[in-house]
């Protein structure tokens, strides 16, 4: 079996399908990052996934709009559910000073959902809304975005991607799911 998730290695869909796989026993089942809503509904349409792990709702900023404007008309046969406890991290690019740092990239989502937390620590980063935060994580490692650009993703994708934790647990509420 095939499923598809949300995002890139290291995305939060990607961490939710691991032990959502793991929970019901089906650890051999392949994953497929597919990026966007979009993405999964083609691949769930064409067959080349047999399900797919995506965010619907987040208990701090609401409802993932992507999720809603793709699937709007769509019918579900089968609708799981998985609460996943979520915990942003800022990272930067080794070598980059803190105090050089002037926007903040990371999925729409994860804006809302640390935004108390930056107003408060990181005021002067502007943000810069990308289609994942684990594509930041990425794109920062890889030159893509600039190096006065901090991201926000999980600690498995900036790890993964030899970026420098600034800090852990940024979300709002300790209750981010």
Same mark, same amino acid.
């Given at each position: 079996?095939?499923?598809g @998730?949300?995002g890139?290695p %290291?995305?939060?869909?990607? &961490?939710?399908?691991?032990?959502?796989?793991?929970?019901?026993g089906?650890?051999? $089942?392949?994953?497929?990052?597919?990026?966007? $809503?979009?993405?999964?509904?083609?691949?769930?349409?064409?067959?080349?996934?047999?399900?797919?792990?995506?965010?619907?709702?987040?208990?701090?900023?609401?409802?993932?709009?992507e999720?809603?404007?793709?699937?709007?008309?769509v019918? @579900?046969?089968?609708?799981?559910? @998985?609460?996943?406890?979520?915990?942003?991290?800022?990272? /930067? /690019?080794?070598?980059?000073?803190?105090?050089?740092?002037?926007?903040? $990239?990371?999925? #729409?989502?994860?804006?809302?959902?640390?935004?108390?937390t930056?107003?408060?620590?990181?005021?002067?980063?502007?943000?810069?809304?990308?289609?994942?935060?684990a594509? %930041?994580?990425?794109?920062?490692? /890889? %030159?893509?975005? #600039?190096?006065?650009?901090?991201?926000?993703?999980? &600690? /498995?994708?900036?790890?993964?991607?030899?970026?420098?934790?600034?800090?852990?647990?940024?979300?709002?509420?300790?209750?981010?799911?």
């Amino acid at each position: 079996d095939k499923v598809g @998730y949300m995002g890139i290695p %290291g995305s939060f869909s990607e &961490i939710a399908a691991e032990e959502l796989l793991k929970q019901e026993g089906l650890e051999g $089942a392949e994953l497929v990052p597919l990026v966007c $809503a979009k993405n999964i509904l083609n691949a769930l349409r064409e067959g080349s996934v047999s399900c797919g792990v995506l965010g619907v709702r987040n208990s701090t900023a609401g409802p993932v709009s992507e999720f809603v404007q793709t699937f709007e008309d769509v019918s @579900y046969e089968q609708l799981g559910e @998985y609460v996943l406890p979520i915990h942003h991290c800022l990272f /930067k /690019k080794p070598g980059v000073d803190v105090s050089q740092l002037t926007e903040v $990239a990371t999925h #729409p989502q994860a804006l809302r959902q640390t935004d108390h937390t930056r107003a408060q620590r990181w005021p002067r980063l502007a943000e810069r809304e990308i289609e994942d935060t684990a594509i %930041g994580a990425e794109w920062l490692a /890889k %030159g893509e975005l #600039p190096e006065s650009a901090a991201v926000i993703c999980s &600690i /498995k994708a900036g790890r993964a991607w030899g970026l420098d934790l600034i800090a852990e647990n940024i979300e709002d509420s300790a209750e981010n799911r």
